[in-house]
């Protein structure tokens, strides 16, 4: 195994305080910059469906360590979860998230992402396009009922919806 100089912790986020001028935020641009030019390298040299699964990969990581850091309802009820789940998401300008379904008894639900940081605005295409949130979903979903996921996008702003469905499912 090859030495690794970024195997992921929050120091790599470093000190946000130290961009005195400009402060946390950035525009939308930027970021669908960088993950367009990730997406881009990585098709190139693994192809389309190696860089979705890197890309979902690296969100369920993301995920993970979001809800580490972000979400304190790991002891408190799915309801409770979720409230706090939409108001983080939707503090940090990640999404606008909604439950359309739950039966957590056999552990499948429905989610969708309104105006979703990685796809709303783009024109339209003819395939989902959030591998990545595919990810991230699971693992925030997992990391709260410590049981792996596996989420699909079933609808994308990218496919006409103009929002971004997914199912979960505990595998």
Not at 143 to 164: H, L, M, N, P, Q
Request: aromatic share 12%; glycine share 8%.
């Amino acid at each position: 195994m090859p030495e690794r100089l970024y195997s992921f912790n929050w120091d790599l986020i470093g000190n946000i305080g130290a961009r005195e001028h400009l402060g946390p935020h950035t525009r939308v641009e930027v970021y669908r910059l960088m993950q367009f030019c990730f997406r881009d390298i990585l098709e190139k040299h693994y192809g389309t469906k190696q860089a979705d699964a890197l890309f979902s990969e690296a969100g369920e990581l993301a995920g993970v360590h979001f809800y580490n850091q972000f979400l304190s309802s790991k002891e408190m009820d799915f309801n409770a979860f979720v409230m706090e789940a939409q108001q983080v998401l939707s503090e940090l300008g990640i999404g606008i998230l909604r439950v359309e379904e739950a039966n957590l008894e056999q552990g499948k639900l429905v989610l969708t992402v309104d105006e979703d940081l990685d796809c709303s605005g783009l024109p339209e295409m003819d395939h989902e396009f959030c591998a990545y949130d595919e990810g991230f979903l699971a693992g925030v979903l997992g990391s709260y009922v410590k049981r792996k996921f596996r989420v699909k996008e079933i609808d994308c702003w990218c496919t006409g919806a103009r929002t971004c469905r997914f199912t979960a499912e505990i595998i």
